[in-house]
């Protein structure tokens, strides 16, 4: 049931040939997108620990 070497070898192939089609990124494009998910993920976060903190809140208010 193992592969043959030519099923590894059409595998690999294969796969060069998708890795050639990828556009990768450049440095200033990397940038931009790495600080544009850093504050996003911020501002996410700090919305998630005011709703938390709200409900938290709203808890604790009405079970005493």
Do not use: R
């Amino acid at each position: 049931m193992g592969e043959s070497s030519t099923e590894k070898k059409g595998f690999v192939e294969g796969l060069k040939a998708e890795f050639k089609k990828i556009i990768w990124p450049n440095k200033a494009t990397l940038g931009k997108q790495a600080v544009a998910v850093t504050i996003i993920s911020v501002i996410l976060g700090l919305i998630i620990a005011l709703l938390d903190t709200v409900i938290q809140y709203a808890i604790n208010f009405i079970t005493m």
